[in-house]
């Protein structure tokens, strides 16, 4: 019978990126020791029910059925005992230090357990982590690459820039919600970025739109998309289609699903 392996997480800072975007560092030797995933590495995250410092977590054992037998472990919790759980990317991790960085959006008015809980998060507050996972990996012979997503993609996008070497090309479109949004990234590669602000048009028109207007580069395409789930569908649709990209240099992968929870997708996914 195999194990997981929780990572317990301190706050020791949390900064504004921009308005809608909190960036908390946490105190987490075991995560930031985890080894490079990808850029794109995420993690669950459980946060504590409120009146708990800490959240409850279920055994980390495993039999055949592997993560899905834990994960049903984890929903057949009490619910006044189960913590939220949420997915989340490792914008930054520092080893030498112990650190990671998480970058959380911020929706002040619907939020769920995490925005709320990164709203009011201080020094000393308190979270698990469960991984690194990460999917982003670029094919040998790559020309360029197309990296596509919303709010709560810019995350890995960052890091994905970030990471970047001198001989890489990459263009973005990347859609928030107003201009206050917009992010600097340091990069060594060579990259276009292409804010699409979605004001009050529905989440990911606009974005789908952009792309599908975009004039891209020649040369074999790998292409990174991740968002909402719908809008990650008719994206990668489109790039196979009607762009010819081939579907094994597509990464695609949908964050959340208009209208559910990741539990309630989660619950669905499990039955």
């Given at each position: 019978m195999?194990?997981?392996t929780?990572?317990?997480?301190?706050?020791?800072?949390?900064?504004?990126v921009?308005?809608?975007m909190?960036?908390?560092?946490?105190?987490?030797?075991?995560?930031?020791?985890a080894?490079?995933?990808?850029p794109?590495?995420?993690?669950?995250?459980?946060?504590?029910?409120?009146?708990?410092?800490?959240?409850?977590?279920?055994?980390?054992?495993?039999d055949?059925?592997?993560?899905?037998?834990?994960?049903?472990?984890?929903?057949?919790?009490?619910?006044?005992?189960?913590?939220p759980?949420?997915?989340?990317?490792?914008?930054?991790a520092?080893p030498?230090?112990?650190e990671?960085?998480?970058?959380?959006?911020?929706?002040?008015e619907?939020?769920?357990?995490?925005?709320s809980?990164a709203?009011?998060?201080?020094?000393?507050?308190?979270?698990?982590?469960?991984?690194?996972h990460?999917?982003?990996?670029?094919p040998?012979g790559?020309?360029?690459?197309?990296?596509?997503?919303d709010?709560?993609?810019?995350?890995?996008?960052?890091?994905?820039?970030?990471?970047?070497p001198?001989?890489?090309?990459?263009t973005?479109?990347?859609?928030?919600?107003?201009?206050?949004?917009?992010?600097t990234?340091?990069?060594?590669?060579?990259?276009e970025?292409?804010?699409?602000?979605?004001g009050?048009?529905?989440?990911?028109?606009a974005?789908?739109?952009?792309?599908?207007?975009?004039?891209?580069?020649?040369?074999?395409?790998?292409?990174?998309?991740?968002?909402?789930?719908?809008?990650?569908k008719l994206?990668?649709?489109?790039?196979v289609?009607?762009?010819?990209?081939?579907?094994?240099?597509?990464?695609?992968?949908?964050?959340?699903?208009?209208?559910m929870s990741?539990e309630?997708?989660?619950?669905?996914?499990a039955?």
């Open positions: 195999s194990v997981l929780y990572h317990p997480g301190r706050v020791t800072a949390v900064r504004r921009t308005p809608h909190a960036r908390i560092t946490f105190d987490c030797p075991g995560l930031a020791g080894g490079p995933a990808a794109d590495a995420y993690v669950k995250v459980f946060f504590p029910l409120p009146g708990d410092d800490v959240p409850h977590l279920p055994p980390t054992e495993m055949d059925e592997g993560v899905l037998s834990w994960y049903r472990t984890y929903l057949a919790m009490p619910d006044d005992v189960r913590p759980m949420r997915t989340y990317t490792v914008r930054a520092r030498e230090s112990g990671v960085d998480v970058d959380f959006v911020l929706h002040e619907s939020g769920g357990p995490a925005s809980w709203g009011q998060a201080a020094v000393g507050s308190q979270v698990v982590f469960l991984g690194p990460g999917l982003y990996d670029v040998d790559t020309g360029w690459q197309l990296l596509v997503g709010e709560t993609a810019l995350p890995a996008i960052g890091a994905i820039l970030e990471a970047l001198r001989s890489a090309r990459a973005v479109y990347a859609e928030i919600p107003d201009r206050a949004e917009r992010q990234f340091s990069t060594d590669g060579a990259v970025v292409h804010w699409v602000v979605r009050a048009r529905p989440h990911g028109e974005l789908v739109d952009a792309v599908r207007a975009a004039t891209l580069p020649d040369g074999t395409p790998y292409a990174w998309v991740s968002g909402e789930a719908g809008v990650v994206v990668r649709r489109h790039l289609r009607e762009r010819g990209f081939d579907k094994t240099a597509i990464c695609f992968t949908g964050y959340w699903r208009q209208g990741e309630a997708v989660g619950r669905e996914r039955s």
